[in-house]
């Protein structure tokens, strides 16, 4: 497995990194995702995600890495917990923190990230949300200073104000979700360029869209899924048509795209178990996209470069939804 610089930090990633939200009760039993982990690390991945909000990932991957001898950097976020949450009150941060040291046997954490500080209503972090003061910018920096968190980051989802964070220049790591893939392009416009101009590690989450990349839905797309705009379905039939045409599968053409930009450190699998961790792994090895690809993929993103209005946020491919709160 390749590795990559994570940004300004000094530290080395592997492409292929190990997302933690299906590392919990949300994605598989526990032997089932000790498997898919412990195998992450034989195949050279040496990063893990995690958060207090992904079910008991945190408790999973605490018993899992406990005694590995082999090298790995670990990042997790503050946010959801304790209950109620105070995201402006010093000792729910620390809670919050102490917690996860304790449930991951650490002494230290690699990178914590604030989790979602850029969509409205999901945590008040800020005291003043012009230049992004609050106390969780204290405890990051006390915490840093003392040898407990190595480095700071940012969990967002955002296309357009978590950039206005991002270019506070505080920040050592950006982790972006569900707006940089195959079809959704989003995070090229603002995102990318102001980490970049930081000097930020970027770690892409979410790289084959909730799903909606990690299989074809042939039938749907063609024939079925009201809720599917009209440019949108068009766009998955030119995909599907273009991927019959270069004999590459959708997840291998999703995490290759990803990682054909040269800027991202890293791209997270939701892998839920040791197969899908293998084939991952076996994609990414095959390196960037030729040029020549990478071309007719742009243009079949252009056809649809903003999210139609009513599109749902995670495409329910595969279930039922007839609108807005209406999916089962």
């Not at 030729?290 to 329910?316: Q, T």
Request: include cysteine; glycine fraction near 10%; proline fraction near 7%.
């Amino acid at each position: 497995m390749k590795t990559r610089p994570l940004g300004r930090t000094g530290l080395k990633v592997s492409e292929l990194g190990l997302g933690g939200l299906f590392i919990s009760s949300y994605g598989s039993e526990f032997q089932q995702a000790r498997g898919a982990t412990l195998r992450a690390l034989e195949l050279g991945v040496n990063y893990i995600d995690t958060a207090p909000g992904y079910g008991n990932s945190e408790v999973v991957l605490g018993q899992v890495l406990d005694g590995v001898a082999a090298p790995y950097i670990l990042s997790t976020k503050l946010g959801g917990r304790p209950q109620p949450f105070k995201p402006q009150d010093r000792d729910s941060l620390m809670v919050s923190v102490e917690e996860s040291l304790r449930i991951l046997k650490r002494d230290h954490i690699d990178i914590l990230m604030i989790h979602e500080p850029d969509r409205p209503g999901q945590y008040n972090w800020w005291s003043d949300p012009v230049h992004f003061d609050g106390p969780v910018m204290d405890v990051l920096a006390d915490l840093k200073h003392q040898g407990v968190i190595h480095f700071i980051g940012l969990g967002g989802t955002t296309a357009y104000e978590l950039p206005h964070i991002i270019n506070t220049g505080r920040f050592d790591v950006v982790l972006t979700a569900f707006n940089y893939s195959l079809l959704w392009r989003e995070a090229e416009r603002e995102v990318l360029p102001a980490a970049v101009k930081q000097g930020m590690g970027i770690i892409v989450g979410s790289p084959l869209q909730q799903g909606a990349l990690a299989r074809r839905y042939d039938l749907e797309v063609r024939s079925g899924a009201r809720w599917l705009s009209s440019p949108r379905r068009n766009q998955f039939i030119a995909l599907y048509d273009f991927l019959d045409e270069v004999g590459i599968p959708l997840p291998e053409m999703g995490l290759r795209f990803v990682l054909s930009n040269a800027s991202v450190s890293c791209a997270l699998m939701g892998a839920r178990s040791r197969e899908e961790v293998e084939q991952n792994v076996a994609a990414v090895e095959k390196g960037p996209l030729p040029n020549d690809v990478l071309v007719r993929l742009n243009e079949i993103a252009d056809m649809v470069p903003f999210r139609p209005f009513e599109e749902p946020f995670g495409l329910p491919f595969s279930r039922d939804y007839w609108g807005p709160g209406m999916a089962r």
